[in-house]
Nanobody
């Protein structure tokens, strides 16, 4: 079992930055693939970024070059650094964990956090 707790969301203006964090419980954090997803009102949950066990990363085209995902296995934490935020980035952001990289863009992860709200105003 893995429990995930996100933090770092908030209300910012367009162009600002935010750093989301996800703290994971359990002793096997390093063995999990960690992903970030987001869900805006009235929309489906969508893939944002992923980091594998060997720190391979991938991003949605909409955030590539602006967002950076990283992990600290010593602290059981994954981060999402978000720069140059846009109003269309407004959503609830979820941290998720799974045991393999297969289909990592799909919201079929094994464990999910409760989400943290990010609101970007003009």
């Amino acid at each position: 079992q893995v429990q995930l707790v996100e933090s770092g969301g908030g209300l910012v203006q367009a162009g600002d930055s935010l750093r989301l964090s996800c703290a994971a419980s359990g002793r096997t954090f390093s063995s999990y693939v960690m992903g970030w997803f987001r869900q805006a009102p009235g929309k489906e949950r969508e893939f944002v970024a992923v980091i594998g066990r060997t720190e391979t990363t991938d991003y949605a085209d909409s955030v590539k070059g602006r967002f950076t995902i990283s992990r600290d296995n010593a602290k059981n934490t994954v981060h999402l650094q978000m720069n140059s935020l846009k109003p269309e980035d407004t959503a609830i952001y979820y941290c998720a964990a799974k045991s393999s990289l297969a289909n990592y863009r799909r919201a079929s992860y094994d464990y999910w956090g409760q989400g943290t709200q990010v609101t970007v105003s003009l």
